[in-house]
């Protein structure tokens, strides 16, 4: 359509030309909010049809929004809070005084201390999974369930190189208890949930992903330590420890562990101990009533650069072996100096603690399938452990 202005004065024609334009700006407007609100509509829908599919199925579904309720009601009233009194050797106050000069050293005190920490429920008959450092030189231990009531609990079994404890409450009636996940199955980006009760408040839920797994954090320096570690980026603190590590579906594929902070705090990133880990340990506390470990006597070191080109044509897989020990399992089954072991088990090994967490899940009496690139070939050598 053609406007005619002719004859009208020009204040008219510049009058009309603004108001269009100002017209002109409000539809627009107009229009982008109403489809802005139309999205929004299309998004709550979607989030209320996500919501209505069962908790395995939105797990399953890589492309669903992240959906957390069912995960945390199915898990949460299996974990517990553990109050511990312990005692805790300290170095006597009069060390380096006068009265040791005159009476020579004097013995360390014992202090008495009370810890806090979190733990799972994992059967129905009282057995509770949590950290050995949380129960670690306890004399009395208090287990909370999440619906007030109290139990003594002893401590059936415990392991410093796994840092895991089980524990056992005898209760009237079944108790609530957490599925086991698998630790094997998780993939970097996966969502996961940690509850715990950090800072004494109970039955804290925090969610994030997984960062990495087969982490190495030294926790125990110096000792004989197993750790292939699940990193994620969940809000973990003091109180998490031996909470567990659930996923979309609820079920514990970790035991939480440690956090990685200069301040004590949370500062980015938590470590959890995995499902294949924390299952060997129950087992062999239910067959044999205690922990039984296996070495595979090498002395391991990771791949690089310099070490493929001398001795795998250039391919990084696989970690270096720098030294066999005599009559050792792996001496016995014929592993040599600068082999590269590939996988245990048919489970890929790119690292020492990829291997370790391998080595970990064998018990005394197993035996093991290596696979070793040695002299410019794969070859396939049985472990008898």
Same mark, same amino acid.
Request: charged residues 20%; glycine residues 8%.
């Given at each position: 359509m053609v406007l005619k202005m002719k004859g009208m004065p020009m204040w008219a024609v510049i009058a009309l030309s603004l108001l269009g334009g100002v017209g002109g700006g409000y539809a627009a407007v107009g229009m982008q909010s109403r489809e802005g609100k139309s999205g929004a509509t299309r998004v709550?829908?979607?989030? !209320?049809?996500?919501?209505? /599919?069962?908790?395995g199925a939105?797990?399953?579904?890589?492309?669903? &929004?992240?959906?957390? !309720?069912?995960?945390?009601?199915k898990a949460s009233p299996a974990v517990v809070h553990v109050r511990v009194v312990g005692v805790v050797e300290r170095e006597s106050p009069y060390r380096g005084t006068l009265l040791e000069f005159f009476f020579g050293a004097q013995p360390n $005190?014992?202090?008495?201390?009370? &810890? @806090?920490?979190?733990?799972a429920l994992i059967s129905p008959d009282g057995y !509770? $999974?949590?950290?050995?450092? $949380? $129960?670690?030189?306890?004399?009395?231990?208090? /287990? @909370? &369930?999440?619906?007030?009531?109290n139990f003594e609990a002893k401590t059936v079994a415990s392991d410093p190189a796994t840092d895991l404890a089980l524990l056992k409450v005898q209760s009237p009636r079944p108790l609530p208890y957490i599925e086991f996940g698998k630790s094997d199955s998780l993939r970097v980006g996966e969502w996961v949930l940690a509850i715990g009760n950090p800072f004494n408040l109970e039955t804290t839920v925090t969610a994030g992903i997984v960062s990495a797994t087969a982490r190495n954090i030294n926790t125990q320096s110096g000792k004989v330590s197993i750790e292939s570690l699940i990193q994620v980026d969940a809000a973990v603190n003091m109180g998490n420890s031996g909470g567990p590590l659930v996923d979309l579906d609820g079920r514990l594929v970790g035991i939480n562990t440690a956090i990685a902070s200069p301040t004590g705090a949370f500062a980015g990133y938590a470590f959890s101990i995995p499902e294949s880990i924390v299952t060997k340990f129950v087992e062999d506390v239910r067959k044999y009533g205690e922990v039984r470990h296996v070495v595979l006597g090498v002395n391991i070191m990771n791949m690089n650069s310099q070490l493929a080109e001398e001795f795998a044509n250039g391919d990084t897989r696989g /970690? !270096?072996?720098?030294? /066999?020990y005599a009559n050792g399992p792996a001496d016995r089954a014929g592993i040599r100096v600068y082999d590269i072991i590939l996988s245990v088990n048919g489970r890929r090994v790119n690292s020492v603690t990829e291997l370790q967490g391998e080595i970990s899940r064998l018990t005394p009496g197993d035996t093991a399938d290596v696979v070793v690139f040695r002299s410019g070939r794969e070859e396939r050598v049985r472990v008898q452990f």
């Open positions: 709550d829908n979607e989030i !209320i049809r996500r919501a209505a /599919v069962p908790a939105r797990a399953a579904n890589a492309g669903a &929004l992240p959906y957390f !309720i069912d995960a945390a009601a $005190v014992q202090q008495q201390v009370q &810890l @806090s920490g979190s733990g !509770i $999974v949590t950290n050995f450092h $949380v $129960v670690k030189n306890a004399r009395a231990i208090e /287990v @909370s &369930l999440p619906d007030k009531r /970690v !270096i072996v720098g030294g /066999v």
